[in-house]
């Protein structure tokens, strides 16, 4: 489940990732 959760984590910080697109990249 750790992949499902990395991709609602990317998808949740989407709009975040501009802030912070270490977040969303690693």
Same mark, same amino acid.
């Given at each position: /489940? /750790?992949?499902? *959760?990395? *991709?609602?984590?990317?998808?949740?910080?989407?709009?975040?990732?501009?802030?912070?697109? /270490?977040?969303?990249?690693?």
């Amino acid at each position: /489940t /750790t992949i499902n *959760l990395r *991709l609602i984590v990317m998808s949740v910080k989407s709009p975040v990732s501009v802030d912070r697109p /270490t977040a969303g990249d690693s």
